[in-house]
């Protein structure tokens, strides 16, 4: 046998040799690639879930078949289904106090009283709770429970961001004698009622957020007095 032929028989008898594998992390599935993406699918759909079906009803397989992934693959992009759900509610107050200022932005130029900057403020926060994308909030008004005290404690601070806005119109309209009571008790009496809008309202039977809106102001609102004006 000449050498080639003893080479080419050597290698055709050779033992396979495995292939090494990469170090590092695993190779991504493709439920975990553009992971921006894939984490905001997730969080919206945990968003429609929780405030359909609530936290502790709603599974990590329910949430990971609402967008097309395997029933683990939610936990590469979240530790638990917790951190979901914090996720959700830091999301919304996010996105409430971002479309809070576009509103009054989108208001200042025609230089609104503090009567219609309330009405903006009512009409957006309809919006927040009740208009499309709204399961973020009533989440989060009605599952904190299942947050720990840390969590709460950040949600607070954006919280108290987003009200803090209504303070300076709330008092002016206390000075100018439109709403009688502390402004403090006031702002708490209007958000309450606000939000528990989130428990009535049907947009198929009843009255649009504009109607809100105006039946809100009717109801918190007086006409300035005629030594006011």
């Known amino acids: 046998m000449d050498q080639a032929a003893a080479r080419t028989h050597s290698a055709s008898h050779a033992p396979a040799i495995a292939a090494k594998r990469p170090r590092g992390r695993p190779r991504k599935t493709a439920d975990e690639r553009d992971d921006g993406n894939r984490r905001v699918e997730l969080v919206n759909a945990a968003a429609r879930l929780f405030r359909k079906k609530g936290f502790d009803a709603t599974s990590t397989r329910d949430i990971a078949a609402a967008v097309g992934m395997h029933s683990g693959s939610p936990f590469y992009h979240f530790k638990s289904k917790g951190a979901l759900l914090y996720a959700v509610m830091d999301e919304g107050m996010r996105s409430a106090i971002a479309r809070q200022s576009a509103a009054l932005q989108a208001a200042a130029p025609s230089a ?35 947050i720990t005290a840390r969590q709460r404690a950040s949600l607070a601070k954006l919280q108290g961001d987003y009200e803090a806005v209504w303070e300076p119109v709330l008092k002016a309209l206390s000075q100018a004698g439109q709403i009688k009571g502390p402004v403090k008790l006031a702002r708490l009496l209007i958000f309450g009622a606000l939000n528990w809008s989130v428990q009535w309202f049907d947009a198929r039977k009843d009255a649009s957020l504009d109607d809100l809106a105006d039946a809100a102001m009717a109801l918190f609102v007086q006409a300035p007095s005629p030594a006011r004006q």
Do not use: K, T
């Open 112 to 146: 609104p009283g503090a009567a219609a900057l309330l009405r903006v403020l009512i009409r957006n926060h309809f919006d927040v709770l009740l208009g499309p994308g709204s399961d973020f909030i009533p989440v989060m008004l009605y599952e904190s429970r299942s």
